[in-house]
């Protein structure tokens, strides 16, 4: 009998579970939903802004540019760790430090310094707890980030490389591509090329039209002007990329827990039932013997 109400009270304690599980996957698939719009709506933004920038870039014979500027030796790198604030993601969280570690170990190998910022309470913990302070912590939004929040970040990033503080900027985030799939990647932020901005119109320009710009008062001052706002874009793109991977990838090991608590239940079920047909065939057998003997 004490089997019986052990393997109810587990009954009921995973159904309560899978109700939990159940809910954060619909959660999260309304999210995906937001956070989509959201990569959907500064897609024109960046388009024109990179559409302009190379339009100035090919204008301009000589570029020249504090954030254009390749250093010829790379002594000490920005790696800009983005992560989230909550877990159960599956693998989202732990692709990102992986590969924020691996690269930390491959530039100190090279010699380079490495300058951390994190984006996201998981991975500033992880870091913490191995004795390594970030340099920029911005925590607290990843699920939805801000615009005001990128800004602090681009700033950051964009004085220490003018400033020659740093010689390269890293960017380690989770890429949206679909509801299924999220990649982490790592992508060069600074310096700024020509190529990148054409990679970046060639990308986001559907129709491939050429219009010709006519700037005021020159190529050089729209240049001062726009391109840390390109950065900043950048940035803002990457965590709202690494958002909708976020909700994407909870989305899926909800699920997966969903699942599992089903199949859970049904195998409890089973035995439950075989406890439980074990135990009234128990009883009648002891019926019976009882009653033969009192004939006896």
Same mark, same amino acid.
């Given at each position: ?147 005001? /929040? ?7 990033? #964009?004085? $220490?490389? *003018?400033?020659? =503080? %740093?010689? +390269? ?35 986001? /320009? ?7 710009? #006519?700037? $005021?008062? *020159?190529?050089? =001052? %729209?240049? +001062? ?42 195998t409890l079920t089973r035995s439950y039932n075989r406890a439980r047909q074990a135990a009234i065939t128990t009883e009648i057998a002891e019926i019976v013997g009882g009653a033969a003997a009192l004939e006896d």
């Amino acid at each position: 009998m004490s089997n019986l109400k052990e393997i109810k009270k587990r009954i009921g304690a995973t159904k309560s579970m899978r109700q939990v599980t159940r809910t954060m996957e619909m959660v999260s698939t309304a999210k995906i939903r937001g956070a989509q719009t959201r990569i959907e709506a500064t897609r024109p933004y960046i388009e024109a802004l990179a559409k302009i920038l190379a339009s100035v870039t090919r204008a301009t014979k000589a570029i020249e540019h504090p954030l254009l500027e390749i250093r010829p030796e790379v002594k000490k790198v920005m790696i800009i760790s983005v992560a989230s604030d909550r877990g159960q993601a599956g693998a989202f969280n732990a692709n990102i430090v992986h590969m924020t570690e691996q690269l930390i170990a491959e530039r100190q190998a090279l010699g380079q310094e490495v300058d951390l910022v994190c984006c996201g309470k998981k991975v500033v913990d992880y870091f913490r707890r191995r004795g390594t302070e970030p340099t920029l912590i911005n925590q607290g939004l990843s699920g939805r980030p801000l615009y005001e /929040d990128v800004k602090a970040i681009a700033d950051h990033a #964009i004085d $220490e490389y *003018s400033s020659a =503080s %740093v010689d +390269e900027i890293v960017v380690v985030s989770n890429h949206f591509i679909s509801v299924g799939t999220q990649r982490a990647e790592q992508v060069v932020l600074l310096p700024a090329t020509v190529s990148d901005l054409e990679e970046e119109v060639a990308e986001t /320009d559907e129709h491939k039209t050429e219009m010709e710009y #006519i700037f $005021e008062p *020159s190529a050089e =001052s %729209v240049l +001062e002007k726009l391109l840390p706002t390109f950065v900043e874009a950048l940035i803002y793109r990457s965590l709202l990329e690494s958002a909708a991977a976020e909700h994407a990838a909870r989305r899926a090991a909800m699920k997966a827990a969903t699942d599992s608590a089903d199949g859970m239940i049904k195998t409890l079920t089973r035995s439950y039932n075989r406890a439980r047909q074990a135990a009234i065939t128990t009883e009648i057998a002891e019926i019976v013997g009882g009653a033969a003997a009192l004939e006896d």
